[in-house]
C-alpha cells in the first residue's frame, strides 16, 4: 500500500533550522512530481515548495524562497525539505505529498496531489 512518512519535525527558536524528510513507499516513486504543504491551526493546508520526478525543477511559494529548500533521492524514495531562518508563522504540521506527472510544470494546488503522509509538527518559538 502506498505509504508517505515524514519526519524531522520538532521544537526551534526562531532563526534555526530544520530539516524534513519523507520515505515515500508502495509506488513507483520517480514517477511522481513531490510537493510539501503545511498546516496551521485553524488554517487551510498552503503549498511550501515542489520538485518534478527528476528533481531538476523546483517551485517554491514566495513566502519560503531563499529559506527553504526542496530536494529528491529517487533511488532512497525520499524527498527532503531543508528549512533555514525559521519564523513563527513556520509553526505548522508539514505534510509531503506525490501528484502524477500530468505535464505542464509544477502544481502548487493540494487538489492535484494524490496521496499524503501523516505529516510532522514544526514548532518555532520566538
Known amino acids: 500500500q502506498v505509504q508517505m512518512v515524514e519526519s524531522g519535525g520538532g521544537l526551534v527558536q526562531a532563526g534555526g533550522s530544520l530539516r524534513l524528510s519523507c520515505a515515500a513507499s508502495?509506488?513507483?516513486?520517480?514517477?511522481?512530481?513531490m510537493g510539501w504543504f503545511r498546516q496551521a491551526p485553524g488554517k487551510e493546508r498552503e503549498f511550501v515548495a515542489a520538485i518534478n520526478r527528476n528533481g531538476g525543477s523546483t517551485y517554491y511559494a514566495d513566502f519560503v524562497k531563499g529559506r527553504f529548500t526542496i530536494s529528491r533521492d529517487n533511488a532512497k524514495n525520499t524527498v527532503d525539505l531543508q528549512m533555514n531562518s525559521l519564523k513563527p508563522d513556520d509553526t505548522a504540521v508539514y505534510y509531503c505529498?506525490?501528484?502524477?506527472?500530468?505535464?505542464?510544470?509544477?502544481?502548487?494546488?493540494?487538489?492535484?496531489?494524490?496521496?499524503w503522509g501523516q505529516g510532522t509538527q514544526v514548532t518555532v518559538s520566538s
Open positions: 505529498a506525490a501528484r502524477a506527472r500530468m505535464g505542464g510544470g509544477l502544481s502548487p494546488n493540494v487538489e492535484e496531489y494524490g496521496y
Open positions: 508502495g509506488l513507483t516513486f520517480s514517477w511522481y512530481d
